[in-house]
């Protein structure tokens, strides 16, 4: 069941990278036709900064809030997809799963709830 | 000025004899859809292949046929493929593949117009109006323009990870697809963990993104690049939450049986959870970096975010895909939370696709409306409200909801009472809980003398148009 699933997703992934495939070949051959330039020059490759010239690298620091964000994604989307197996079932197992549950996800909030307290989710 | 002069109200005169070709068609259409109702009540086509109110009939028969083929004489693909099927199996999915793709790709070209022509009128002008019939050949024309650009590399630039964004963000846009129920036996991947695949297909545009922005060595495209990335992990948390809800009010999730669930309940989910709904979109819009939250390319500040260095063909791709994954959201709405294929009956006599495409357009209709009225946010109002406002509120909803399944198992009998009086508590959950939390946060409207907005026929453009048309 599963591998006849995946393997339909295969043959659409392959159409996946053949659809861009063809605009950017027919670009080529456009190219070659010469019906499209292609002449490079120094002035025309600068990357763009509103007409000033650039400064430096952009390869460089940035903020660490966008760490925190990361790691509290990382939690909480876990969290959601541990949740998914327990919600196609739980209804027919009782109070005890759904008390389970509200443990689970009562213990992340607390998690949340000291982020916020601590000023995590505030973007300076 | 009078209103033939005015450049805004100017309408077409109708013609007689366009009414009389109206007329003419009209009375042909209705003839046909009644020979068609008295087709459909016949019963001839039931259980045919060319009864095109099911595809999946033709499908089957063309599967059963190709089965037999391979059955009866085993070669040595039966034998290392260790399956009799394998050719039935590769042909309808080719089929499938090759249908997702072409409607993609059909849909793409119209509703490139349809957004500039909607957003046109929404802004009072026209939209493209000139190439072609109603300007319909527009997106052709803009296909062909943007292949015979140049496409630059830029300086110092990572050139294989500049070339292959591009490529890469085709792929969540069209796998998306998969498992949409299109209609009640057309799914390409009717998979079980249907809600938990689109999750996790859901993220894989972020990294496209942030190799596109990353490798442009450009300041721009480096902001723009880290501001997606942030945004869209932390509205993905309150999209999976919404989705989870679903789930646990259905018990499956599996997206057919989500539809096949509000289909046999004869109603509508978003009926029953308004406030997922909420959840859902706004933190889809967000996803799709379309207005109100497309801070990730926002014009007036960061020129063209991720994608400012490419050019040609490149960018068209980029342009593509945002589009067609606002059809996708458009698509995943309508079947989780408007009914998808299912009509209350109505699905009997209309083919179920169509209904299915119809609420697709509608919900889309809703994503082209928001993008043409509402103003952007600020970047960290847009985090903040992920996080201080949907995950709280969201979490909150899947408690409530978890508490309803459970006892809508128990109850199924009295199903329209239990459901009504559901619907009822949760309509009124979500105004108490949408208006106290934000209360709760501060969040008010601004409270600034409103400016009243007038209409002026003197500025620049009407004025002078008027004016070449009396001088004349």
Redesign the interface.
């Given at each position: 069941m599963?591998p006849?699933?995946f393997?339909?997703?295969g043959?659409?992934?392959?159409?996946?990278?053949l659809?861009?495939?063809i605009?950017?070949i027919?670009?080529y051959v456009?190219y070659r036709l010469r019906?499209?330039?292609?002449?490079?020059d120094?002035i025309?490759?600068?990357?763009?900064?509103?007409g000033v010239e650039?400064e430096g690298?952009?390869?460089g620091r940035?903020?660490a809030?966008?760490y925190i964000?990361?790691l509290?994604?990382v939690i909480?989307?876990v969290e959601?997809?541990f949740?998914?197996p327990w919600?196609?079932v739980?209804?027919?197992m009782g109070?005890v799963a759904?008390f389970e549950?509200?443990l689970f996800?009562g213990v992340l909030?607390l998690g949340?709830g000291y982020a916020?307290r601590r000023g995590a989710?505030?973007?300076? | 000025m009078s209103a033939a002069l005015d450049p805004i109200r100017l309408r077409a005169r109708l013609a007689p004899r366009t009414l009389a070709r109206g007329v003419i068609a009209f009375a042909a259409f209705v003839a046909l859809n009644v020979a068609i109702a008295a087709l459909v009540v016949s019963g001839a086509l039931d259980g045919e292949w060319y009864d095109f109110r099911d595809l999946g009939l033709g499908v089957q028969q063309l599967r059963e046929w190709l089965d037999e083929q391979t059955a009866d004489q085993p070669g040595w693909l039966t034998d290392i493929l260790r399956s009799t099927t394998w050719l039935s199996?590769l042909v309808t999915?080719?089929l499938?593949?090759?249908g997702?793709?072409s409607f993609v790709?059909g849909v793409l070209l119209v509703l490139i117009w349809v957004e500039r022509r909607l957003i046109g009128r929404i802004q009072v002008r026209r939209g493209p109006n000139r190439v072609g019939p109603f300007g319909l050949l527009q997106p052709v024309a803009d296909?062909i323009k943007l292949?015979?650009?140049?496409?630059?590399?830029?300086?110092?630039a990572d050139r294989v990870m500049f070339f292959l964004p591009?490529?890469l963000v085709?792929?969540p846009?069209?796998?998306v697809?998969?498992p949409v129920p299109w209609a009640p036996h057309m799914t390409?991947?009717?998979?079980n963990?249907g809600?938990?695949y689109l999750?996790a297909i859901g993220?894989l545009a972020t990294l496209a993104i942030f190799m596109a922005g990353?490798s442009?060595?450009?300041?721009?495209?480096?902001l723009g690049a880290?501001r997606t990335?942030?945004m869209m992990?932390?509205y993905?948390?309150p999209l999976?939450?919404s989705l989870?809800t679903v789930?646990?009010l259905t018990?499956?999730?599996q997206l057919s049986a989500i539809v096949e669930w509000q289909s046999v309940h004869n109603v509508w989910i978003v009926v029953l959870l308004p406030l997922t709904l909420f959840t859902f979109f706004f933190a889809s819009t967000a996803e799709l970096n379309r207005t109100p939250n497309d801070i990730a390319e926002a014009e007036s500040e960061i020129?063209a975010g991720f994608h400012?260095?490419y050019s040609?063909?490149?960018f068209?791709?980029f342009y593509a895909v945002e589009l067609g994954n606002a059809v996708a959201v458009s698509a995943l709405t309508a079947a989780l939370f408007l009914g998808g294929w299912s009509m209350f009956g109505l699905q009997e006599w209309v083919p179920a696709y169509l209904l299915f495409a119809t609420k697709v357009a509608a919900v889309y209709f809703v994503l082209v409306w928001l993008r043409g009225t509402l103003p952007r946010f600020r970047?960290?109002q847009l985090?903040?409200f992920a996080?201080?406002y949907l995950?709280?509120l969201a979490?909150l909803n899947?408690?409530v909801v978890?508490?309803e399944?459970?006892l809508?198992?128990r109850w199924e009998g009295e199903g329209v009472v239990v459901l009504g009086g559901f619907a009822l508590a949760n309509g009124l959950l979500t105004v108490v809980a949408v208006r106290g939390w934000a209360r709760f946060l501060g969040y008010a409207p601004e409270r600034e003398p409103l400016l009243r907005p007038t209409l002026t026929t003197g500025v620049g453009g009407l004025r002078a148009v008027d004016r070449m048309r009396t001088t004349r």
């Open positions: 599963i006849e699933q393997g339909r997703v043959v659409l992934f392959g159409f996946a990278l659809f861009p495939a605009p950017l027919a670009s456009f019906l499209r330039p292609e002449h490079p120094p025309k490759r600068a990357t763009y900064e509103c650039a690298s952009s390869w940035f903020n809030r966008y964000v990361a509290a994604f909480f989307d959601v997809v949740l998914f919600a196609t739980f209804a027919g109070w759904y549950a509200v996800v909030a949340l916020w989710l505030e973007w300076r | 199996y999915a080719l499938g593949a090759t997702i793709l790709g296909a292949i015979q650009k140049e496409t630059l590399i830029p300086v110092g591009p490529v085709f792929i846009g069209l796998l697809w998969a390409y991947v009717d998979t963990v809600v938990l999750v993220s990353w442009s060595n450009n300041h721009y495209a480096l880290m990335v942030a992990i932390s993905e948390i999976a939450l989870l789930v646990v018990g499956s999730a020129v400012t260095e040609g063909m490149k068209g791709l970047l960290d985090m903040a996080w201080k995950i709280p979490l899947l408690g978890a508490i399944a459970a809508f198992r």
